[in-house]
């Protein structure tokens, strides 16, 4: 059994992790990056609009503190936010220092320019590649600091002790498949770990999202005891391609281009779904629209709209939106300057995650995380565009530096289980959580009741580690050895029920039939197999055990979605349609509780450095 | 399709569980139930499986895709298989490898991520040329589709090289910002728009190694930089924020005996590049600030 050991382990090299490995090493510990995809490869590269940072005269910290409190639907934490607004600049212009291609003004100073819900044209960017150059920009400092990097390696869980209490438990480090080989690989960190394994989106069956957004991180912390926070919260982007989920800007929409459906009516104005605006209503208003347009008959092929914009006329298509020429040819196969594009709403962004404090620490000792797969939180009930590139960098060199000190530094926000301020309870038609106890099964689909001696709790860190990896081990084993059924099946049926149930309109009978289906994929999970045989680059088991990860995070953020009985941000509920300010001003935990999911609540923070935030009407 | 050999069906015909204390905590017929409900569903799935294979009517693809797989017998010898696919409008040879290996055989082997030419993971050689998976439509191409692993290296398995030489080639030129003197934490240091114009097309690259696989030099001498490392090179060297001295290493490492010399100006990388890359003109350029650059030490 090969063990690696260093001082700070970081799984995942998107943003956040590139971003945490550096300021652990400025901290001088001895870094690691483990990652399932070479660092280039991460979905931050997607990324296009930009990251919001208060650079000019005439905008603050404040104000962009302000707008994105309103944005989240003040279910944003202040500590978060203030802390994100205050260090945006500074980190951005990090990123300036280390090279980073920003568009320019003719001063030669960094553009910014206007978004959506911002008072001020503050998002910088870099053309329509925002994401690619500051994810190239970070993996450069990396290969200059020589920062070692496992790639292609694939974590499959974490090993932390066996406390009752999550916040007792010690995270060691975590156990790896090395994909080109098969190996399962131990790596213990003698400082710290932190999750950066970003989003969620392949719950879904349509989304922006990469292939490997499959929420490891988040899914792992969550059976290590770590809370899952606001999972419920997840913000679909109206303008997608349907045969890939690739996203067509709001530029469009910006510069004129129109919706319509079947009957050839536009509907945003004449079916009223925004009067006043129209095509130009904000994210959810529209992706709302498009569906209920779907479901009632009038999409197309029963799937999608139309998005037109050859009225705008080539010259200024060509001028103004030419990559999304190129975009909807190439992965839609359609030439916009001859015919509408389609259109689709999309899983965009998981506002929810991993309960973090400002400083990116869980409640378990050791275990941090940073970037989409955290919730510290920032984004609230809704995020703002520009706002998840920041969210990166700010906190990912905030968990890198406290992981390297190993410290519990004093922080505003609480976590784990003693931040409780409510019980929740919903009523649920089956029992969440693991389903059956069977040696056998649960060591196959990676469970925590695997009867392997007794509980480690004042372990030194080797053995916990060595522990974790036997499990992962036997886990390997069991799944190539027996026959079953092929992940991709339990996958195909668990987006599909998200997409059906747990998407941009929700209702309670619906989210019901949602828990049963997890429920169904869990039981046949029990059965999940691999039929590759070989150790060599074995992709079917690392998206047999992604699909396992998937279901409990699907679980989670259903029972948040059928807990919170208000209308709020991106949330929609049919029966209850207004934001319900004197109950739900509290964000939902899930608790994993070995294998029985618990939901409870704990207080939003809306006081912040200097003042508190008053709830005002979202409205723009 | 399968490519699941018979010995290993054999293996795992009800074998023992190795763990005894984990059978031991069920008991025998609860296990002979759990057993006889698994071999029910699996064969209802894989009758639905059957109806679906069938049903696939109307407009087919059909790929012939590269396979080898070093430690799986059958895959030793590098073959093709076949696999027809249901076609819909937009499709792309990524979605069709996705079917495929989703429907008939989850040893399908290919790396991909992003689906939109963003994280560089799935440049394939596609009836004959280098290009990304996700980005080349069905319906640009001529049936059947062949779609292969890059030439030029060594195959792990199926369609997925060994990348290691590629990364090296990058790593060689140094390939980060070495700016000298940044100004305070706040402020940015300045670049014309001009200049960053001129670096704009260079730093588009996503690292896919389509280039270097297309290119004959590269194949034939393992030391050449190669067009993508050349062309990260020339995205500092011509970025006015780094200084001169830093552009003057930066040129000695780019003229040494296996930088852009070897470049024979046949624009095959430029051809394939998939972010539409100018990089033989890159090379190019590079040539020239050389010679310049010689003549004013001279
Ligand atoms: C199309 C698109 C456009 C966007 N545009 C913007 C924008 O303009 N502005 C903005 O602010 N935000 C934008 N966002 C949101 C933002 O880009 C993402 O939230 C952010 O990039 C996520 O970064 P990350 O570092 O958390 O995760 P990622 O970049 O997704 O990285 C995840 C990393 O974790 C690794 N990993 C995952 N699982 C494992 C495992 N089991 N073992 C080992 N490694 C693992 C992966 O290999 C990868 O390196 C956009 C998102 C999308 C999809
Ligand atoms: S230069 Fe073009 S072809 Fe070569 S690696 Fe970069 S993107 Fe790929
Ligand atoms: S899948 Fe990312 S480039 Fe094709």
Not at chain 1, 91 to 100: C, F
Not at chain 1, 325 to 335: N, P, Q, R, T, W
Not at chain 2, 265 to 270: E, L, M, N, R
Request: aromatic share 6%; glycine share 10%.
């Amino acid at each position: 059994m090969a063990i690696h050991e260093h001082d700070v382990i970081v799984v995942g090299a998107g943003g956040a992790g590139l971003r945490a490995a550096i300021a652990a090493q400025e901290e001088g510990a001895d870094v690691a990056l483990v990652s399932k995809l070479h660092p280039v490869r991460s979905h931050t590269g997607a990324a296009e609009g930009g990251i919001n940072a208060a650079l000019r005269e005439g905008d603050s910290w404040e104000d962009h503190a302000y707008d994105t409190m309103k944005g989240s639907d003040y279910l944003g934490d202040a500590p978060a936010i203030e802390t994100l607004c205050q260090d945006s600049p500074r980190e951005t212009m990090q990123l300036e220092h280390w090279g980073m291609a920003f568009s320019r003004d003719d001063d030669g100073r960094v553009s910014q320019r206007p978004f959506g819900g911002l008072s001020f044209p503050r998002t910088t960017y870099a053309g329509a590649e925002t994401g690619h150059h500051l994810l190239h920009t970070m993996y450069q400092q990396v290969i200059k600091r020589g920062i070692r990097v496992y790639d292609e390696h694939y974590v499959m869980n974490l090993a932390v002790t066996d406390h009752d209490d999550p916040e007792d438990r010690q995270c060691y480090g975590c156990v790896a498949y090395d994909i080109k080989t098969g190996d399962v690989n131990g790596f213990t960190a003698n400082d710290g770990v932190v999750i950066a394994t970003g989003g969620t989106g392949q719950m879904y069956d349509h989304t922006t999202n990469a292939v490997a957004n499959t929420g490891d991180g988040a899914a792992m912390a969550y059976r290590a005891g770590a809370p899952l926070e606001d999972m419920e919260f997840v913000q679909f982007h109206p303008t997608t391609l349907p045969s890939t989920g690739v996203l067509i800007t709001e530029g469009v929409r910006g510069e004129g281009g129109i919706l319509y459906n079947t009957e050839g009516e536009r509907f945003m104005f004449e079916r009223g779904y925004a009067n006043n605006v129209g095509e130009l209503a904000s994210r959810d208003v529209v992706a709302r629209a498009e569906l209920t347009e779907i479901n009632e008959g009038r999409g197309f092929e029963d799937d999608h709209v139309l998005l037109d914009m050859r009225h705008l006329g080539e010259e200024r298509i060509t001028d103004r939106l030419e990559n999304i020429i190129h975009l909807s040819k190439d992965f839609e196969g359609v030439d916009p300057l001859e015919e509408p594009m389609r259109v689709k709403p999309g899983q965009h962004y998981e506002m929810g995650g991993i309960e973090t404090d400002e400083n990116g620490a869980t409640c378990i000792d050791g275990l941090y995380a940073a970037g989409e797969c955290a919730c510290v939180s920032v984004h609230g009930a809704n995020r703002l565009g520009g706002n998840a590139l920041p969210e990166l960098i700010v906190f990912g060199a905030r968990a890198g530096r406290h992981a390297a000190r190993r410290d519990r530094a004093e922080a505003r926000i609480e976590t784990g289980p003693s931040a409780k301020s409510e019980d929740g309870s919903i009523d649920t038609p089956v029992t969440p959580g693991e389903v059956g106890a069977t040696g056998e099964d649960v060591v196959a689909d990676g469970g925590s009741r695997a009867a392997d001696g007794g509980a480690l709790l004042d372990a030194p860190a080797g053995e916990v580690v060595e522990r974790a990896v036997e499990r992962e081990r036997a886990r390997v084993e069991r799944l190539m050895e027996r026959e079953g059924v092929n992940h991709a099946e339990i996958r195909g049926d668990l987006q599909k029920s998200m997409t059906d149930h747990v998407n941009v309109f929700r209702q309670e009978e619906g989210l019901k039939q949602a828990l049963e289906d997890i429920h169904e994929c869990r039981e046949r999970y029990r059965d999940v197999a691999v039929s590759d045989p070989s150790r060599t680059y074995n992709t079917d088991i690392i998206q047999t055990i992604e699909t396992r990860n998937l279901i409990d995070l699907a679980e989670a953020l259903t029972m948040g979605a059928l807990a919170r009985t208000e209308f709020r941000g991106a949330h929609w509920r049919k029966e209850h349609q207004e934001r319900k300010d004197d109950e739900w001003i509290k964000h939902t935990i899930v608790q994993w509780n070995g294998g029985r999911p618990e939901l409870y609540y704990k207080p939003v923070i809306l006081e912040g450095e200097e003042k508190t935030y008053e709830p005002k009407v979202r409205s723009y | 399709m399968s490519t699941q050999i018979t010995e290993r069906e054999e293996e795992s015909t009800e074998s023992e569980p190795e763990t005894e204390t984990e059978a031991g905590a069920e008991t025998a017929p609860a296990r002979q139930r759990r057993m006889d409900e698994k071999r029910r569903r699996a064969a209802d799935r894989e009758t639905e499986r059957e109806r679906e294979r069938a049903g696939i009517e109307g407009d087919t693809r059909t790929l012939k895709v590269f396979r080898y797989d070093p430690e799986v017998e059958g895959k030793e010898e590098p073959r093709f298989d076949e696999f027809t696919v249901p076609y819909r409008k937009g499709m792309t040879v990524l979605d069709a490898l996705i079917y495929a290996r989703d429907h008939y055989d989850s040893s399908l082997t290919f790396r991909h991520s992003c689906r939109q030419a963003i994280c560089g993971s799935d440049a394939f050689f596609i009836n004959g040329s280098q290009r990304l998976g996700c980005k080349t439509q069905l319906s640009d191409l001529s049936n059947p589709v062949r779609v292969e692993p890059l030439p030029h290296q060594e195959v792990v398995k199926d369609l997925v090289v060994d990348m290691q030489h590629f990364y090296d080639q990058m790593d060689a030129v140094e390939p980060y910002f070495q700016g000298d003197d940044v100004p305070g934490e706040l402020e940015e240091q300045r670049q014309s728009r001009e200049n960053r114009e001129k670096i704009k097309m260079s730093t588009r690259c996503i690292w896919c190694g389509a280039c270097m696989s297309s290119c004959n030099i590269a194949a034939g001498n393992n030391d050449y930089l190669g067009p993508a490392a050349i062309n990260k090179a020339y995205q500092f060297a011509m970025d006015e924020r780094e200084g001169e001295a830093v552009k003057q290493e930066r040129l000695e490492i780019l003229e040494q005996e296996q930088g852009v010399w070897r470049c024979q100006t046949q624009f095959s990388c430029t051809e394939v590049c998939p972010k539409d890359i100018p990089l033989t003109e890159h090379i190019q350029e590079l040539k020239r600030e050389a010679v310049k650059n010689n003549l004013k030490f001279w």
